[in-house]
């Protein structure tokens, strides 16, 4: 790992942050500021599934197959349940997993705040030379509007429903109220670089950007700040990113994150095949860089962690 004099910061999500995060943390030390508004409660656990991604990724034992959970995991205890008749088994928990899960809890309800927590249990799993910190410590949730079956929480509709449901609209359930935590604030002004991950504009960064002041600390801001695009075309390299980007209004492109990102971010990283997109993007004051944004190897993702820092 180099020892950069840059003090960088990375917005992260969590399946679509992880290839890109494991790359950057071969170039240089950074801080991971973790989308929370995926969090929920199932068999009395506080669940943070981004925070944890993020956090068994620079661990070193996350499972890069599956893109969640832990590497080599088990799932007798999430079978137990499901024997007995409890609800919500459709939410897959591994056995070391749920591990994180139940000392979160424990922890919190002593009084330790979200980021207390997961400051000990990245330590105690083993992450070095990294920061994890979540968005902040304030519960703040992502609400899909369906067509079908009216709002749910955003894990209902991936998870429960697998996307199936046709999305109108996402809200972001107490981020207005909600505040970024100092430990934040202090790394984003603090940075020399922010880049935002390759992560679903929609369901992992929008969370971000919606509580109270956190645009206005980007802003503010007097680091360099990096997109990096998530979208190829008019699609996503995986999730539901395009439709919920289409039921918020915008198109679902890279030239629409850029709007979306509009006012917090000063260039972009693209696909070589979006340069058609270019010239719509810098007119919104971006500027744009070009490489292969697929991820397919480890040299791709340090490839891609090297371009973002030098955009």
Not at 13 to 30: E, I
Not at 101 to 115: A, C, D, I, P
Not at 230 to 243: D, I, K, N, V
């Amino acid at each position: 790992m180099s020892r950069a004099v840059e003090t960088v910061v990375a917005l992260s999500g969590g399946t679509g942050s992880a290839k890109f995060l494991r790359g950057l943390q071969q170039v240089v030390k950074f801080t991971a500021i973790a989308n929370v508004g995926d969090n929920d409660w199932f068999h009395g656990l506080y669940v943070c599934p981004d925070v944890d991604t993020v956090t068994y990724t620079l661990a070193g034992i996350a499972d890069s197959e599956r893109g969640w959970g832990i590497r080599g995991d088990s799932f007798k205890a999430l079978g137990q349940l499901r024997l007995m008749g409890a609800e919500d088994t459709w939410f897959n928990i591994g056995d070391a997993d749920m591990a994180t899960h139940l000392l979160r809890t424990v922890m919190m309800k002593q009084g330790k705040s979200l980021t207390e927590v997961t400051s000990t249990i990245a330590r105690r799993l083993g992450v070095r030379g990294c920061r994890v910190l979540p968005a902040t410590d304030e519960h703040v949730e992502t609400r899909i509007v369906t067509a079908e079956k009216g709002e749910m929480h955003l894990q209902e509709f991936w998870v429960k429903e697998r996307g199936r449901l046709t999305p109108k609209d996402v809200r972001f359930l107490g981020a207005r109220r909600a505040r970024a935590t100092a430990e934040v604030a202090r790394s984003l002004a603090s940075a020399n670089k922010i880049v935002f991950s390759p992560a679903n504009p929609i369901t992992s960064i929008m969370p971000m950007l919606s509580i109270g002041g956190f645009r206005k600390v980007l802003r503010l801001a007097k680091a360099r700040r990096v997109a990096i695009s998530p979208m190829l075309g008019e699609g996503a390299f995986s999730g539901p990113a395009p439709r919920l980007m289409a039921a918020m209004g915008l198109k679902p492109t890279s030239e629409g994150v850029a709007r979306l990102y509009k006012g917090v971010i000063d260039a972009m990283v693209l696909d070589e095949s979006d340069r058609s997109q270019a010239n719509a993007i810098e007119r919104l004051g971006v500027s744009c860089h070009f490489t292969s944004t697929l991820m397919r190897s480890g040299e791709d993702e340090v490839r891609l962690a090297k371009v973002a820092m030098e955009a």
